[in-house]
């Protein structure tokens, strides 16, 4: 995903502040926010941002909490309507939220769950066992930034309702009527107050319930969009074998079924789905309690060790290596393997407060003994799968050894000397990361005048000759043997895959700036799989961002103006404003250095796309959609997305 940011010097956000110096500072200084008003001052902490990303963490802090009843085996049923004033509602058939009152808050614990932070079912190992909400900040945060919310809740043959405004109840819950089934049903309308803009898109929303049908065997999700008169049923009766299956359907399989297993071990609910296909990158998406931990952890770190120890152990009882003294290592065993490993933990414990990476010390072993003894029996029992896995690695091997030299390439450390640098860069003269912006700009001509039109404080310019190698259908070897991309491992000099250290990184701002026809959107393409694949990191803490040069340059006289789309360029033409020309830049080598400067690289009047991502898995699959050896499904793709295509020049 790419989000717009716009910088400038009236840059503001709904969170800032108004920071002059008091006069004093003293007792009557010290703020104590009550009840959800924390929640409204700083959002941000609570659901990562106020734009697009934070608005559809919303969707998912309510849809959370009906996934939840369905792991403790409550619920099967969950929809998830967008209404078409733009609310959403989540109703589900669980148990319902508890309407009596509560014992010490002397309110209705309905609304304890929906107003009080730190309230809710999750502390109590009686009532959930594990959960994905374990702070009990979720629903109260969705009704404190939402300008509207109501609750209905089913529960012993009654119906109880509970309005709510910016959080706060409106009255105390009613009961409205009776049903004899159970569940509940939440409504809310994000703040307008509070969030840039309050649209929500119904490809992202259906990206994360398709994730969670997968992750929770048999939990049917519906998606209704009344906007739009659109709808689509998640189930998936194969669990993560179901997954593993949809992320390589535009890949050749090794073989035909997935390995898939379950098991139960030390209060940890373990299932693992793996398959190989005949491409040479990695796809390995870890959960625990259906939280996406982006950065692995324990539970990855077991699966890894026992995969690669499982295939050596097989390989050399039956002599399929290539000398004796040979082993795979964690590299070969990982080429073109997709797999998920789902981890349901009592007690988890996360790194940092983004819930992305597992830290408990005792599941790595659980989980290596788990996949160890699977692993190892279905081996035993299927020799034709084992064998078939064997050869495509010791493949993987012979490409390793190749490529080592020109590896050692992705190991240098942040403090290179000139001298290792690639010729063809421009650096900065500072050496803080921090500060620093790398341009990869298209071409020789458009490198040029990016050189010149720089600001040489803090922006580095690397051009690149050409299209850089598809990734997506190249071995490591032949990949680090580009050029290109050997360019752009050595200036960022933070390593690749498992070398990759983000605290490495030379420049904390790496913007990919090509040409608005269709070679540059291939190029942009290109070289946004190289950084998914390889240096996903990069993605992960928000620094790829893709420039926007101008598309035309009207003359009005002496004066110039630039516009950023042909609806602008139509609305500025419509407005009455006197023209003497209008140039359509076909490409940046097109603008002179003062222009690209002007319009695409000074910060105070440049707009990036900020490179986001909302789902790992389906980006992984949309990459081998677009990049991958098959047609049809690219086709059918461009087919279905062609209608949204902006900017195209043909």
């Known amino acids: 995903m790419a989000t717009s940011v716009r910088e400038s010097k009236k840059k503001a956000t709904k969170e800032a502040e108004d920071k002059k110096p008091g006069q004093s500072y003293d007792a009557t200084t010290i703020k104590v926010m009550k009840g959800l008003e924390a929640v409204r001052r700083r959002p941000a902490m609570y659901i990562g941002d106020v734009s697009r990303r934070g608005l559809h963490h919303m969707v998912y802090e309510v849809v959370d909490n009906s996934v939840d009843e369905a792991m403790a085996g409550f619920c099967d049923k969950i929809v998830v309507e967008i209404n078409e004033d733009g609310s959403i509602t989540v109703t589900d058939n669980g148990r319902g939220i508890p309407v009596e009152m509560h014992p010490t808050q002397k309110v209705s614990a309905l ?95 259906a ?56 098991s139960f071990k030390d209060d940890v609910d373990l299932e693992i789905a793996i398959q190989y296909n005949d491409g040479y990158s990695e796809s390995v998406h870890s959960y625990v309690n259906n ?201 960022l000099g933070c390593g690749i895959r498992e070398d990759f250290d983000p605290d490495k990184v030379r420049y904390h701002k790496v913007v990919v700036m090509t040409d608005a026809d269709v070679d540059g959107s291939h190029i942009r393409t290109l070289i946004l799989t190289f950084f998914f694949r390889y240096m996903r990191g990069l993605i992960d803490h928000g620094r790829i961002f893709i420039a926007q040069p101008p598309l035309y340059r009207i003359k009005q006289g002496k004066k110039e103006t630039y516009v950023y789309s042909d609806e602008e360029l139509e609305k500025t033409v419509k407005s009455g404003t006197k023209t003497s020309s209008i140039q359509r830049y076909k490409g940046l080598g097109e603008m002179n250095p003062e222009q690209l400067w002007k319009t695409t690289m000074d910060p105070e009047k440049r707009t990036l796309l900020q490179v986001t991502l909302d789902d790992g898995a389906e980006a992984s699959h949309l990459f081998s959609t677009l990049m991958g050896n098959e047609i049809a499904p690219r086709r059918e793709f461009i087919q279905q997305n062609a209608q949204y295509v902006r900017n195209l020049d043909i």
Not at 297 to 305: A, D, I, K, M, V
Request: charged residues 30%; glycine residues 8%; proline residues 2%.
């Open 111 to 205: 609304e304890v769950v929906m107003t009080t932070l730190h309230a809710g079912g999750k502390f109590d190992h009686d009532s959930y066992k594990v959960s994905g909400g374990l702070h009990g900040v979720g629903v109260s945060v969705v009704n404190a930034l939402s300008e509207m919310c109501w609750v209905e809740v089913s529960r012993e043959g009654d119906i109880y309702r509970q309005e709510y405004v910016r959080g706060k109840a409106k009255a105390r819950v009613k009961k409205t009527g009776q049903r004899q089934r159970t569940g509940t049903k939440t409504c809310f309308q994000p703040d307008k107050e509070i969030f840039l803009k309050t649209e929500f898109r119904f490809d992202i929303i």
């Open 291 to 491: 939280i996406n931990t982006i950065e692995g952890g324990t539970h990855l770190t077991g699966f890894r060790t026992a995969l690669t120890r499982s295939i050596n152990a097989y390989a050399s009882k039956y002599k399929l290596l290539k000398r004796e003294s040979f082993s795979l290592i964690g590299d070969d065993s990982r080429e073109g393997l997709t797999a998920v490993i789902s981890a349901k933990v009592r007690d988890p414990q996360f790194e940092g407060q983004t819930k992305t990476k597992l830290g408990n010390s005792e599941v790595k072993g659980i989980v290596e003994s788990i996949t160890n003894e699977f692993l190892g029996a279905y081996f035993e029992e299927n020799p034709s799968v084992g064998k078939k896995v064997v050869d495509k690695l010791l493949a993987a091997a012979s490409a390793r050894e190749a490529a080592r030299k020109a590896k050692e390439l992705t190991r240098r450390k942040t403090a290179l000397d000139s001298a290792a640098l690639p010729g063809k860069l421009a650096d900065c003269s500072s050496r803080d990361p921090e500060t620093s912006e790398l341009f990869i700009v298209e071409g020789d001509s458009a490198g040029g005048s990016a050189k010149q039109g720089r600001d040489r404080r803090y922006q580095a310019i690397l051009p690149l000759r050409g299209k850089i190698i598809n990734v997506e259908k190249a071995r490591i070897d032949k990949i680090l043997g580009n050029n290109e991309i050997r360019s752009m491992i050595t200036a």
């Open 207 to 262: 990206s994360r319930l398709r994730e969670l049908a997968f992750l929770n065997q048999g939990l049917s999700i519906d998606l209704i969009d009344h906007r739009h008169d659109k709808d689509i049923n998640f189930c998936f009766k194969g669990g993560l074998a179901s997954f593993v299956e949809y992320l390589n359907e535009n890949k050749t399989a090794v073989f035909k079924k997935p390995i898939h297993f379950k």
